[in-house]
């Protein structure tokens, strides 16, 4: 669940996640919630469906694939984000400006979006 005013725009890689304040390292920008939160089993799915779940998705190992229904979904991949995961939460990991793209690092929630023919490789 997103606990900070965001926006979604333009993007170098489509559209991404924006912050619309100005956010102190450290600041808890998301935070793990069963209601913003969508498990979904492994496939397989529908191919519509499956491609959805690789973009929006991400595999966590022992519950399912997990949907964000706010506009979390939309926050953007980096090698060197400037959210940072710990405890079901993601932080600021340095001051962020008002208008700045919201990353963060897949790798630390997919375990593999890539189940023979559920999903397409990202």
Not at 29 to 39: A, P
Not at 71 to 78: E, I, K, L, P
């Amino acid at each position: 669940m997103l606990l900070i005013d965001t926006i979604v725009r333009s993007s170098t890689y489509g559209l991404g996640l924006f912050t619309t304040q100005p956010l102190r390292a450290g600041c808890c920008v998301w935070r793990w919630h069963s209601l913003t939160e969508v498990v979904v089993p492994p496939g397989p799915h529908p191919a519509p469906f499956a491609e959805f779940l690789s973009h929006f998705g991400y595999l966590a190992e022992g519950i399912g694939i997990v949907v964000n229904l706010d506009n979390a979904r939309y926050m953007n991949h980096s090698d060197t984000p400037n959210l940072v995961e710990r405890d079901g939460c993601n932080y600021a990991a340095r001051d962020i400006a008002a208008g700045e793209e919201l990353t963060c690092d897949y790798r630390v929630f997919d375990c593999g979006l890539t189940l023979s023919g559920a999903f397409l490789k990202r």
